[in-house]
């Protein structure tokens, strides 16, 4: 026997293996945190005119806050809440491309650069890449993301023109998923880029997503990317950029330069999608989170059930992706041609023998993870959807003169977050690493999904809300800032007003400052600068109304000061000159039935006020899969009518609540010197086979777990009169409904209404006992009788007793709202890019 030559790698993932400790619980400090009503939150920014998509913030050292939306724009806002466009920068926008990151230099205060993460436009196709072909009709799609700096000008703006490419990330665009683009830097000025794992994981069953078919798009393999030494993609990069914008390695990254088959750039490899980290700038250690894939539960055949990440990377090292997750458990060798499951795959010793592979074959040993979660695993952080940030450390500074700043009490913990439960968590952690305590962090705060977390200079919390949208933006969506000031509370401002644009002037707008208060129950006195010209108009406390006269961008802006001086400020963008469109998605209806997999039929419609012509070419309809409170963007095209693609998904499992969003975008050519207006048109697609469990309300029942239920649970308990609804829901093109079923008793009737619990009778369905409470039967669809048109359907329950039946599954017979495509047309699209397959 030969003997075996040791990697290159050895010698740094030796060490790493020896200093990077599992977390251990250990007794809470006798410190306690400072209660909620120790914080101010401020509200900077808020809606979708100011921070539009929310993806990352930067803050500067005066306390203005550059933000990014992922269509491109840069926004700066003030501490007195104004908001201006900093950038409009032209990005690729396909599925989840787009603007990602931003930071700022360690020097800014004298060299003005700002940095980048984002996907430029390329001569790469705008549709849909082919699932299935050769390397000919996979390489137009080649592209790459690109974090590059620009200097920031006294103006309050971002030279685009002084920009300077730093470093290319290849990405594979037409698909789905995973970018990454956090940008940080420790203490000696390097800098660290997260990036995913650029993987379609959609078509794996909820595992790893390890397709090596020969005419398999390679966007299907991520041993290419995250498992690849010779890739970019699914690492924390680490590099030092220099004066002239070049950059040099580090000492200490994964591998040392000129090693064959690897890139010197890796510091830590093995990540799907390392969307937040943060480096402690004390420490050099990163917080990271990251995504884990979708499967419901663990299967032999294949690997273990969905699992999230959080990291605390103290070395370089592998993190396991796509063979390991969570505590080292491996997934297994499954081959994607036959539908035949190999062995486990070696977290100790991984091998990546993919096809698609450039980098070494023998990778470095896996690092567990230092806290995975599955669902409710980790008591501490609560139970439902999983999508770990890592989130910033905070370092108390004893001679900061800052009346924010955060106490003494927050020294070195970390502020970890969850995007999609909407918390924000201290976790305390020892010298060594170790986790001693998880705590709840203001829990009282105004806050829907955190993006982006970051301590400024003043040592206050800066937090980006994503909204409640699906995707794009959401009125919702904010910019706070987090203030340690448990004596004295800012107002809060609110401020709407009837009209934000139009075409002609002069323009009278109503402002109504109505759910405006002051925290501390004192009074308040207003200011109000309809122009923002630094004047106070008028000092009443509305509402109150101000004609504008000339035709441009103004601002209205709102000052509210409390009996002790603390002002909180409001402000709204009024346009005169432009109207804004109005977009209108005829089809398909809201709430119409679909399968995953089939086209859909769309018409839009579109008015403007300044176009007297709309250029069809200009609207954009884009369809996102949803899943729970957020969405995958999957595919798009333009057009005022044509077919989008619903790609399968086979990536969750029926415990997953999924549906379709379609969104129509139209920007107006602008007024003269006005910028474009947008409008927005969107649509929701119910699945024709839905689990009851993801009803949208309900009154009696219950959802109760049982293994013989599809996805593990059924709606139980009912009674007489119980019922749960479904919203929206449109019944074009189904011919009727079926139910999955099970009764102990003699069972009952389902009546289905339309619009209320009482409404137009839709459909009546006898629901015989079944022999058992875990005895299925399958219902056969039974006729329904459309009422038009499209809003929430009632599934009301009758019978007599208690626990009549349970409802586990419904199936929407019919067409719905897709129809079949010609197979030359189908043939014509894919030779366009513009559909998958």
Request: glycine letters at 12%; charged letters at 25%.
């Amino acid at each position: 026997m030969r003997a075996r030559r040791l990697p290159v790698w050895t010698a740094v993932t030796a060490m790493a293996a020896a200093l990077i400790t599992a977390p251990a619980y250990a007794a809470p400090p006798p410190s306690e945190p400072p209660p909620d009503s120790a914080f101010d939150q401020v509200t900077l920014a808020k809606g979708e005119t100011k921070v539009g998509e929310p993806m990352a913030l930067a803050v500067l050292p005066d306390r203005r806050v550059l933000h990014t939306s992922r269509d491109g724009d840069v926004f700066l806002t003030t501490p007195d809440s104004i908001t201006t466009l900093a950038a409009d920068l032209p990005v690729y926008n396909h599925d989840e491309d787009g603007l990602q990151g931003i930071a700022i230099d360690p020097d800014f205060e004298e060299n003005k650069w700002v940095y980048l993460y984002y996907a430029p436009p390329l001569d790469t196709p705008s549709g849909d890449a082919p699932e299935e072909g050769t390397e000919a009709d996979f390489a137009p799609f080649d592209g790459y993301n690109l974090l590059s700096r620009f200097k920031f000008t006294e103006e309050g703006s971002l030279d685009l023109a002084s920009e300077q490419e730093i470093l290319r990330v290849p990405a594979q665009r037409g698909t789905c998923c995973h970018a990454g683009g956090e940008i940080d830097f420790d203490a000696k000025g390097n800098l660290y880029l997260s990036t995913g794992d650029d993987t379609n994981p959609f078509s794996s069953d909820g595992y790893t997503p390890i397709d090596e078919r020969a005419d398999r798009n390679p966007a299907f393999d991520a041993q290419r990317s995250s498992g690849n030494t010779n890739d970019l993609r699914g690492k924390i990069l680490r590099i030092h950029v220099e004066e002239d914008g070049s950059y040099t390695i580090p000492k200490g990254n994964l591998f040392k330069p000129g090693t064959d088959k690897t890139r010197p750039e890796i510091y830590a490899m093995g990540f799907r999608n390392p969307f937040r980290f943060s480096v402690d700038p004390k420490t050099g250690w990163i917080h990271l989170g990251d995504y884990g894939p979708d499967a419901g539960s663990a299967d032999p055949a294949r690997g273990p059930a969905g699992t999230v990440e959080y990291n605390l990377i103290k070395e370089p090292g592998n993190y396991g992706w796509p063979y390991c997750v969570g505590d080292n458990q491996p997934f297994v060798d499954y081959d994607f041609a036959t539908g035949e499951s190999g062995e486990a795959f070696d977290c100790a010793a991984p091998r990546n023998t993919s096809p698609n592979n450039t980098g070494l074959t023998e990778l470095p040993p896996v690092q567990p993870a230092w806290l995975p979660y599955d669902d409710g695993s980790v008591p501490e952080l609560g139970s439902g959807p999983e999508s770990p940030m890592g989130g910033p450390v905070y370092h108390y500074d004893r001679k900061l003169d800052s009346p924010v700043k955060f106490p003494r009490y927050f020294d070195r913990k970390v502020l970890n977050y969850e995007w999609d439960r909407g918390w924000i968590k201290e976790f305390s952690i020892d010298r060594r690493g170790r986790l001693e305590h998880i705590r709840p962090f203001f829990d009282s705060m105004e806050l829907i999904r955190p993006m982006n977390l970051e301590f400024g200079p003043d040592g206050a919390l800066y937090v980006l809300d994503y909204g409640s949208s699906y995707f794009g933006g959401a009125d919702d969506s904010a910019l706070y800032r987090i203030d340690h000031s448990p004596q004295n509370k800012t107002p809060q401002v609110a401020l709407s007003a009837d009209v934000t644009s139009a075409g002609q002037a002069p323009l009278t707008v109503n402002f109504d400052p109505a759910g405006t208060t002051d925290p501390d129950g004192g009074e308040l006195s207003y200011a109000w600068d309809f122009t923002a010209d630094g004047e106070v108009d008028e000092t009443t406390a509305g509402p109150t109304s101000f004609t504008y006269t000339e035709r441009g961008a103004h601002t209205a802006k709102l000052a509210v000061t409390d009996e002790q001086g603390k002002t909180g400020y409001a402000s709204v963008q009024i346009v005169v000159g432009n109207t804004p469109p109005e977009v209108t998605i005829e089809l398909p209806p809201n709430g119409g039935a679909f399968s995953f997999g089939e086209q859909v039929p769309f018409r839009v419609s579109v008015t403007d006020a300044e176009d007297t012509q709309i250029d069809c070419s200009r609207v954009e309809v884009s369809y996102a899969l949803g899943h729970d409170t957020h969405a995958h963007p999957l595919s798009e095209t333009t057009g005022c009518e044509g077919v989008i693609e619903t790609p399968a998904d086979e990536g969750h499992g029926l415990d997953a609540n999924l549906f379709g969003v379609i969104t129509a975008t139209y920007a107006d050519s602008g007024a003269d010197d006005l910028p474009p207006v947008e409008g927005e048109g969107r649509v929701t697609l119910q699945p024709k086979h839905k689990q009851a469990e993801f009803f949208t309300e309900s009154q009696g029942v219950e959802v109760v777990a049982e293994p013989g239920a599809a996805g593990g649970n059924k709606v139980g308990a009912i009674e007489d009169g119980d019922w749960f609804s479904l919203d929206p829901v449109s019944l074009t093109g189904v011919d009727g409904i079926g139910y999955r079923v099970s009764a102990a008793g003699a069972g009952g009737t389902i009546e289905v209404r339309s619009g209320a619990v009482d409404g137009p009778l839709v459909q009546t369905v006898p629901v015989p006992g079944t022999g058992g409470d875990d005895q299925y039967v399958d219902l056969e669809p039974v006729a329904v009788t459309d009422p038009g048109g499209s809003g929430p359907l009632y599934f009301v329950f009758r019978g007599e007793g208690s626990g009549l039946f349970a409802v586990d599954e419904l199936t929407f017979s019919g067409a719905g709202v897709s129809e079949p495509v010609p197979p030359e047309a189908a043939t014509t699209a894919r030779a366009r890019g513009d559909v998958p397959r």
